[in-house]
Protein backbone atom coordinates (compact mmCIF):
# COMPACT_ATOMS: atom_id res chain seq x y z
CA UNK A 1 0.00 0.00 0.00
CA UNK A 2 1.73 3.05 -1.08
CA UNK A 3 0.96 6.98 -1.56
CA UNK A 4 -0.48 6.01 -5.33
CA UNK A 5 -3.57 3.78 -3.25
CA UNK A 6 -3.87 4.98 -0.03
CA UNK A 7 -6.75 7.95 0.21
CA UNK A 8 -6.35 10.28 3.23
CA UNK A 9 -9.82 9.30 4.55
CA UNK A 10 -7.83 5.83 4.64
CA UNK A 11 -5.38 6.97 6.60
CA UNK A 12 -7.52 9.77 8.73
CA UNK A 13 -9.54 6.26 9.74
CA UNK A 14 -6.43 4.59 10.95
CA UNK A 15 -5.43 7.67 12.95
CA UNK A 16 -8.91 8.32 14.18
CA UNK A 17 -8.65 3.88 15.50
CA UNK A 18 -5.38 5.10 17.30
CA UNK A 19 -6.66 7.76 19.18
CA UNK A 20 -10.18 5.79 20.14
CA UNK A 21 -8.29 2.74 21.29
CA UNK A 22 -6.69 5.14 23.66
CA UNK A 23 -9.16 7.23 24.41
CA UNK A 24 -7.14 10.56 22.89
CA UNK A 25 -9.39 12.76 21.61
CA UNK A 26 -10.05 14.76 25.10
CA UNK A 27 -7.07 15.80 24.64
CA UNK A 28 -7.39 17.27 20.85
CA UNK A 29 -8.58 20.77 21.55
CA UNK A 30 -7.60 22.56 18.32
CA UNK A 31 -5.29 24.97 20.09
CA UNK A 32 -3.10 21.50 21.39
CA UNK A 33 -3.24 20.28 18.08
CA UNK A 34 -2.23 23.40 15.85
CA UNK A 35 0.78 23.60 18.91
CA UNK A 36 1.41 20.08 18.41
CA UNK A 37 1.68 20.57 14.37
CA UNK A 38 4.45 23.28 15.01
CA UNK A 39 6.23 21.41 17.45
CA UNK A 40 6.83 18.17 15.49
CA UNK A 41 7.32 20.48 12.19
CA UNK A 42 10.42 22.41 14.51
CA UNK A 43 11.72 18.57 15.79
CA UNK A 44 11.70 17.76 11.54
CA UNK A 45 13.55 21.39 11.20
CA UNK A 46 16.35 20.58 13.53
CA UNK A 47 17.26 17.60 10.81
CA UNK A 48 18.68 20.50 8.88
CA UNK A 49 19.43 23.21 11.64
CA UNK A 50 23.39 22.89 10.37
CA UNK A 51 23.53 21.82 7.19
CA UNK A 52 21.02 21.32 3.98
CA UNK A 53 23.30 18.37 2.97
CA UNK A 54 22.99 14.93 1.76
CA UNK A 55 23.56 13.35 5.27
CA UNK A 56 20.83 14.74 6.83
CA UNK A 57 18.49 13.91 3.70
CA UNK A 58 19.08 10.32 4.41
CA UNK A 59 18.33 9.92 8.11
CA UNK A 60 15.57 6.87 8.55
CA UNK A 61 14.48 10.03 10.85
CA UNK A 62 13.05 12.41 8.75
CA UNK A 63 10.56 10.32 6.99
CA UNK A 64 9.28 9.62 10.91
CA UNK A 65 9.19 13.22 11.92
CA UNK A 66 7.37 14.10 8.45
CA UNK A 67 5.20 11.50 9.30
CA UNK A 68 4.38 13.42 13.08
CA UNK A 69 3.58 16.28 11.46
CA UNK A 70 0.84 14.65 8.94
CA UNK A 71 -0.62 12.79 11.66
CA UNK A 72 -1.08 15.81 13.73
CA UNK A 73 -2.52 17.67 10.45
CA UNK A 74 -5.01 14.45 9.85
CA UNK A 75 -6.41 14.94 13.56
CA UNK A 76 -6.94 18.59 13.19
CA UNK A 77 -8.73 18.06 10.15
CA UNK A 78 -10.80 15.74 12.06
CA UNK A 79 -11.31 18.16 15.16
CA UNK A 80 -12.06 20.99 12.51
CA UNK A 81 -14.34 18.72 10.02
CA UNK A 82 -11.92 19.65 7.50
CA UNK A 83 -11.93 17.46 4.02
CA UNK A 84 -8.14 18.33 3.49
CA UNK A 85 -8.09 17.59 -0.20
CA UNK A 86 -10.67 19.83 -0.79
CA UNK A 87 -8.48 22.69 1.30
CA UNK A 88 -5.78 21.79 -0.95
CA UNK A 89 -7.63 22.09 -4.25
CA UNK A 90 -9.01 24.92 -3.07
CA UNK A 91 -5.62 26.71 -1.98
CA UNK A 92 -3.98 25.55 -4.89
CA UNK A 93 -6.74 27.36 -7.52
CA UNK A 94 -6.21 30.37 -5.21
CA UNK A 95 -2.17 30.40 -5.57
CA UNK A 96 -3.10 29.86 -9.17
CA UNK A 97 -4.98 33.21 -9.90
CA UNK A 98 -2.39 35.01 -7.35
CA UNK A 99 1.04 33.57 -8.82
CA UNK A 100 0.40 33.23 -12.58
CA UNK A 101 2.72 30.61 -14.38
CA UNK A 102 3.98 33.05 -17.11
CA UNK A 103 4.96 35.96 -14.34
CA UNK A 104 6.13 34.10 -11.63
CA UNK A 105 8.46 31.43 -13.83
CA UNK A 106 11.75 31.04 -11.95
CA UNK A 107 10.72 33.45 -8.92
CA UNK A 108 8.76 34.68 -6.41
CA UNK B 1 -13.52 14.45 -4.63
CA UNK B 2 -13.67 14.36 -1.42
CA UNK B 3 -10.86 12.71 1.36
CA UNK B 4 -12.10 9.60 0.74
CA UNK B 5 -11.22 9.56 -3.37
CA UNK B 6 -8.05 11.36 -3.34
CA UNK B 7 -5.33 9.31 -2.93
CA UNK B 8 -2.38 11.14 -1.38
CA UNK B 9 -0.64 10.87 -4.98
CA UNK B 10 -3.52 12.77 -6.42
CA UNK B 11 -2.40 15.56 -4.89
CA UNK B 12 1.03 14.99 -4.64
CA UNK B 13 1.02 15.10 -8.78
CA UNK B 14 -1.26 18.51 -8.24
CA UNK B 15 1.26 19.62 -6.20
CA UNK B 16 4.35 18.73 -8.22
CA UNK B 17 2.28 20.16 -11.67
CA UNK B 18 2.23 23.86 -9.91
CA UNK B 19 5.56 23.85 -9.18
CA UNK B 20 6.47 22.48 -12.74
CA UNK B 21 4.31 25.10 -14.24
CA UNK B 22 6.68 27.76 -12.22
CA UNK B 23 10.20 25.81 -12.01
CA UNK B 24 9.53 26.67 -8.34
CA UNK B 25 11.69 23.20 -7.40
CA UNK B 26 14.92 25.03 -7.44
CA UNK B 27 13.67 26.40 -4.33
CA UNK B 28 12.71 23.54 -2.54
CA UNK B 29 16.21 22.48 -0.94
CA UNK B 30 14.47 20.03 2.06
CA UNK B 31 16.54 22.54 4.50
CA UNK B 32 13.82 25.73 2.73
CA UNK B 33 10.79 23.41 2.86
CA UNK B 34 11.23 22.10 6.27
CA UNK B 35 11.82 25.62 7.28
CA UNK B 36 8.65 26.56 5.22
CA UNK B 37 6.29 23.95 6.84
CA UNK B 38 7.35 25.57 10.87
CA UNK B 39 6.29 29.02 9.61
CA UNK B 40 2.91 27.53 7.66
CA UNK B 41 2.40 25.66 11.31
CA UNK B 42 2.79 28.98 12.97
CA UNK B 43 0.85 30.86 11.27
CA UNK B 44 -1.97 28.02 11.73
CA UNK B 45 -1.27 28.29 15.47
CA UNK B 46 -1.61 31.96 15.56
CA UNK B 47 -5.55 31.41 15.24
CA UNK B 48 -5.38 30.09 18.62
CA UNK B 49 -2.58 32.22 19.91
CA UNK B 50 -5.35 34.06 22.77
CA UNK B 51 -7.89 31.51 22.66
CA UNK B 52 -9.44 27.53 21.88
CA UNK B 53 -12.77 29.19 21.61
CA UNK B 54 -14.65 28.28 18.54
CA UNK B 55 -14.68 31.78 16.96
CA UNK B 56 -11.04 31.02 16.01
CA UNK B 57 -12.23 27.29 14.84
CA UNK B 58 -15.21 28.55 12.38
CA UNK B 59 -12.83 30.87 10.86
CA UNK B 60 -12.37 29.72 7.17
CA UNK B 61 -8.97 30.50 7.27
CA UNK B 62 -7.79 27.70 9.03
CA UNK B 63 -8.16 25.62 6.12
CA UNK B 64 -6.56 27.51 4.02
CA UNK B 65 -3.48 27.95 6.64
CA UNK B 66 -3.75 23.82 7.44
CA UNK B 67 -2.82 23.48 3.36
CA UNK B 68 -0.19 25.07 3.81
CA UNK B 69 1.05 22.98 5.78
CA UNK B 70 -0.17 19.92 3.89
CA UNK B 71 1.11 20.98 0.74
CA UNK B 72 4.68 21.85 1.99
CA UNK B 73 4.73 18.26 3.45
CA UNK B 74 3.85 16.70 -0.09
CA UNK B 75 6.94 18.92 -1.84
CA UNK B 76 9.07 17.48 1.28
CA UNK B 77 7.68 14.34 0.98
CA UNK B 78 8.80 14.75 -2.90
CA UNK B 79 11.99 16.29 -2.37
CA UNK B 80 13.53 13.27 0.07
CA UNK B 81 11.35 10.35 -1.87
CA UNK B 82 9.46 9.42 1.26
CA UNK B 83 6.34 7.70 0.75
CA UNK B 84 3.80 9.21 3.23
CA UNK B 85 1.02 6.68 3.41
CA UNK B 86 3.82 4.09 4.31
CA UNK B 87 5.68 6.87 6.74
CA UNK B 88 2.16 7.60 8.50
CA UNK B 89 1.33 3.30 8.76
CA UNK B 90 5.02 2.83 10.37
CA UNK B 91 5.11 5.51 12.79
CA UNK B 92 1.78 4.19 14.25
CA UNK B 93 2.66 0.92 14.74
CA UNK B 94 5.77 2.15 15.96
CA UNK B 95 3.20 4.46 18.65
CA UNK B 96 1.11 1.25 19.27
CA UNK B 97 4.24 -0.78 20.50
CA UNK B 98 5.45 2.15 22.51
CA UNK B 99 2.09 3.02 23.95
CA UNK B 100 -0.03 -0.17 24.11
CA UNK B 101 -3.74 0.81 24.32
CA UNK B 102 -4.70 -0.63 27.61
CA UNK B 103 -1.71 1.13 29.36
CA UNK B 104 -2.21 4.52 27.95
CA UNK B 105 -5.88 5.27 27.80
CA UNK B 106 -6.92 8.30 28.63
CA UNK B 107 -2.98 9.16 29.83
CA UNK B 108 0.32 10.09 28.29
CA UNK C 1 20.58 54.06 25.76
CA UNK C 2 22.44 51.06 24.38
CA UNK C 3 22.76 47.38 25.45
CA UNK C 4 25.97 48.35 27.31
CA UNK C 5 23.41 50.65 29.58
CA UNK C 6 20.84 48.71 29.71
CA UNK C 7 19.80 46.08 32.36
CA UNK C 8 17.47 43.23 31.46
CA UNK C 9 15.60 44.53 34.22
CA UNK C 10 15.19 47.78 32.86
CA UNK C 11 13.74 46.21 29.69
CA UNK C 12 11.30 43.70 31.96
CA UNK C 13 10.14 46.98 33.44
CA UNK C 14 9.17 48.71 30.23
CA UNK C 15 7.47 45.10 28.73
CA UNK C 16 5.58 45.09 32.27
CA UNK C 17 4.26 48.33 32.30
CA UNK C 18 3.19 48.15 28.37
CA UNK C 19 1.14 45.01 29.73
CA UNK C 20 -0.37 46.83 32.85
CA UNK C 21 -1.22 49.53 30.97
CA UNK C 22 -3.45 47.23 28.78
CA UNK C 23 -4.36 45.33 31.41
CA UNK C 24 -3.22 42.82 29.02
CA UNK C 25 -1.45 40.37 31.66
CA UNK C 26 -5.09 38.41 31.93
CA UNK C 27 -3.88 36.95 28.51
CA UNK C 28 -0.42 35.82 29.37
CA UNK C 29 -0.71 32.46 30.93
CA UNK C 30 2.53 30.48 30.02
CA UNK C 31 0.88 28.58 27.31
CA UNK C 32 -0.26 31.54 25.52
CA UNK C 33 3.52 33.24 25.62
CA UNK C 34 5.16 29.92 24.68
CA UNK C 35 3.19 29.87 21.90
CA UNK C 36 3.60 33.64 20.82
CA UNK C 37 7.49 33.00 21.12
CA UNK C 38 7.03 30.43 18.37
CA UNK C 39 4.85 32.27 16.25
CA UNK C 40 7.09 35.76 16.43
CA UNK C 41 10.34 33.22 16.14
CA UNK C 42 8.68 32.34 12.61
CA UNK C 43 7.91 35.37 11.41
CA UNK C 44 11.76 36.23 11.83
CA UNK C 45 12.35 32.92 10.21
CA UNK C 46 10.52 33.81 7.50
CA UNK C 47 12.71 36.66 6.59
CA UNK C 48 15.25 33.20 5.92
CA UNK C 49 13.06 31.47 4.23
CA UNK C 50 14.31 31.04 0.73
CA UNK C 51 17.31 33.07 1.01
CA UNK C 52 20.04 33.31 2.86
CA UNK C 53 21.39 36.59 1.78
CA UNK C 54 22.47 40.11 2.28
CA UNK C 55 18.74 41.42 1.16
CA UNK C 56 17.32 39.69 3.76
CA UNK C 57 19.38 40.76 6.77
CA UNK C 58 19.47 44.37 5.22
CA UNK C 59 15.80 44.37 6.11
CA UNK C 60 14.84 46.69 9.20
CA UNK C 61 12.11 44.72 9.60
CA UNK C 62 13.71 42.17 11.11
CA UNK C 63 15.37 43.99 14.28
CA UNK C 64 11.52 44.42 14.55
CA UNK C 65 10.89 40.61 14.66
CA UNK C 66 13.65 39.59 17.07
CA UNK C 67 12.26 42.43 19.21
CA UNK C 68 8.90 40.80 18.74
CA UNK C 69 10.45 37.16 20.44
CA UNK C 70 12.29 39.11 22.63
CA UNK C 71 9.71 40.93 24.39
CA UNK C 72 7.65 37.55 24.59
CA UNK C 73 10.79 35.83 26.51
CA UNK C 74 10.68 38.55 28.86
CA UNK C 75 6.72 38.13 29.33
CA UNK C 76 7.26 34.80 30.18
CA UNK C 77 10.17 35.27 32.10
CA UNK C 78 7.95 37.85 34.51
CA UNK C 79 5.08 34.90 34.50
CA UNK C 80 7.41 32.32 35.35
CA UNK C 81 9.28 34.42 37.61
CA UNK C 82 12.34 33.53 35.83
CA UNK C 83 15.74 35.54 36.51
CA UNK C 84 16.68 35.63 32.91
CA UNK C 85 20.61 36.73 33.37
CA UNK C 86 20.71 33.40 35.48
CA UNK C 87 19.26 31.18 33.37
CA UNK C 88 21.48 32.12 30.39
CA UNK C 89 24.53 31.64 32.85
CA UNK C 90 23.32 28.30 33.70
CA UNK C 91 22.53 27.14 30.81
CA UNK C 92 26.24 28.62 29.48
CA UNK C 93 27.91 26.65 32.55
CA UNK C 94 25.83 23.22 31.54
CA UNK C 95 26.78 23.67 27.89
CA UNK C 96 30.77 24.16 28.79
CA UNK C 97 30.49 21.33 30.71
CA UNK C 98 29.04 19.48 27.63
CA UNK C 99 31.13 20.60 25.12
CA UNK C 100 34.21 21.58 26.21
CA UNK C 101 36.05 23.79 23.78
CA UNK C 102 39.22 21.74 22.89
CA UNK C 103 36.93 18.53 21.78
CA UNK C 104 34.43 20.80 20.22
CA UNK C 105 36.28 23.35 18.18
CA UNK C 106 35.07 23.61 14.42
CA UNK C 107 32.35 21.08 15.14
CA UNK C 108 29.56 20.05 17.00
CA UNK D 1 24.24 38.72 39.55
CA UNK D 2 20.25 38.97 38.52
CA UNK D 3 18.79 40.50 35.65
CA UNK D 4 18.75 44.41 38.01
CA UNK D 5 22.56 44.47 37.64
CA UNK D 6 23.53 42.79 34.44
CA UNK D 7 23.20 44.29 30.98
CA UNK D 8 22.43 42.72 27.43
CA UNK D 9 25.61 43.63 26.65
CA UNK D 10 27.02 41.39 29.37
CA UNK D 11 25.34 38.62 28.07
CA UNK D 12 26.02 39.19 24.39
CA UNK D 13 29.62 39.08 25.69
CA UNK D 14 29.44 35.75 27.64
CA UNK D 15 27.68 33.92 24.64
CA UNK D 16 30.02 35.50 22.14
CA UNK D 17 33.23 34.22 24.52
CA UNK D 18 31.45 30.58 24.36
CA UNK D 19 31.13 30.76 20.39
CA UNK D 20 34.80 32.12 20.13
CA UNK D 21 36.28 29.11 21.92
CA UNK D 22 34.73 26.26 19.85
CA UNK D 23 35.27 28.43 16.82
CA UNK D 24 30.94 28.15 16.20
CA UNK D 25 30.95 31.60 14.69
CA UNK D 26 31.08 30.17 11.44
CA UNK D 27 28.17 28.30 12.10
CA UNK D 28 25.63 31.02 12.93
CA UNK D 29 24.70 32.10 9.48
CA UNK D 30 21.22 34.14 10.37
CA UNK D 31 19.23 31.43 8.34
CA UNK D 32 20.44 29.01 10.62
CA UNK D 33 20.35 31.11 13.39
CA UNK D 34 17.09 32.23 12.95
CA UNK D 35 15.89 28.31 12.63
CA UNK D 36 17.26 27.49 15.94
CA UNK D 37 15.08 30.08 17.66
CA UNK D 38 12.25 28.23 16.24
CA UNK D 39 13.19 25.23 16.99
CA UNK D 40 14.26 26.11 20.38
CA UNK D 41 11.67 28.12 21.25
CA UNK D 42 9.25 25.15 19.94
CA UNK D 43 11.40 23.10 22.92
CA UNK D 44 9.50 25.37 25.43
CA UNK D 45 6.16 25.34 24.08
CA UNK D 46 6.44 21.19 24.40
CA UNK D 47 6.49 21.90 27.92
CA UNK D 48 2.63 23.39 27.36
CA UNK D 49 1.55 20.92 24.86
CA UNK D 50 -1.20 18.92 26.75
CA UNK D 51 -1.73 21.92 29.56
CA UNK D 52 -1.53 25.15 30.99
CA UNK D 53 -0.93 23.49 34.76
CA UNK D 54 1.44 24.52 37.19
CA UNK D 55 3.41 21.07 36.93
CA UNK D 56 4.22 22.12 33.32
CA UNK D 57 5.59 25.80 35.23
CA UNK D 58 7.25 24.33 38.28
CA UNK D 59 9.28 22.42 36.12
CA UNK D 60 13.58 23.67 36.26
CA UNK D 61 13.64 22.52 32.12
CA UNK D 62 11.06 25.44 31.09
CA UNK D 63 14.41 28.16 32.82
CA UNK D 64 16.53 26.32 30.83
CA UNK D 65 14.62 25.98 27.10
CA UNK D 66 13.81 30.04 27.40
CA UNK D 67 17.48 30.21 28.14
CA UNK D 68 18.05 28.59 25.09
CA UNK D 69 15.99 30.95 23.43
CA UNK D 70 17.23 33.85 24.70
CA UNK D 71 21.00 32.52 23.48
CA UNK D 72 20.27 32.64 20.30
CA UNK D 73 17.97 35.91 20.00
CA UNK D 74 21.63 37.42 21.37
CA UNK D 75 23.68 35.39 18.72
CA UNK D 76 21.20 36.37 15.94
CA UNK D 77 21.44 40.45 17.45
CA UNK D 78 25.56 40.05 17.32
CA UNK D 79 25.34 38.18 13.52
CA UNK D 80 22.98 41.13 12.32
CA UNK D 81 24.51 43.66 14.61
CA UNK D 82 20.75 44.65 15.80
CA UNK D 83 20.97 46.68 19.68
CA UNK D 84 18.61 44.65 21.56
CA UNK D 85 17.68 47.19 23.79
CA UNK D 86 16.79 49.95 21.12
CA UNK D 87 14.91 47.54 19.22
CA UNK D 88 12.85 46.78 21.95
CA UNK D 89 12.49 50.13 22.98
CA UNK D 90 11.16 50.85 19.41
CA UNK D 91 8.93 48.24 19.20
CA UNK D 92 7.15 49.18 21.87
CA UNK D 93 6.85 52.73 20.90
CA UNK D 94 4.99 51.44 17.90
CA UNK D 95 2.85 49.42 19.84
CA UNK D 96 2.28 52.25 21.91
CA UNK D 97 1.27 54.08 19.10
CA UNK D 98 -0.56 51.43 17.19
CA UNK D 99 -2.61 49.94 20.32
CA UNK D 100 -3.50 53.02 22.71
CA UNK D 101 -4.00 51.99 25.99
CA UNK D 102 -7.13 53.33 26.46
CA UNK D 103 -9.27 51.60 23.61
CA UNK D 104 -7.09 48.51 23.95
CA UNK D 105 -7.85 48.25 27.75
CA UNK D 106 -8.05 44.81 28.25
CA UNK D 107 -8.59 43.27 24.48
CA UNK D 108 -6.88 42.72 21.41
Not at 21 to 36: C, G, I, L, M, Y
Not at 45 to 62: K, R, V
Not at 79 to 94: C, G, N, P
Amino acid sequence: MSDAETTLQDLRARVQQFNDERDWHQFHTPKNVAASIVIEAAELLEHFQWTDGPAAEQSPQIAEELADVFIYCLVLADALEIDLSQAVRQKLARNNARYPAEEYRGRF
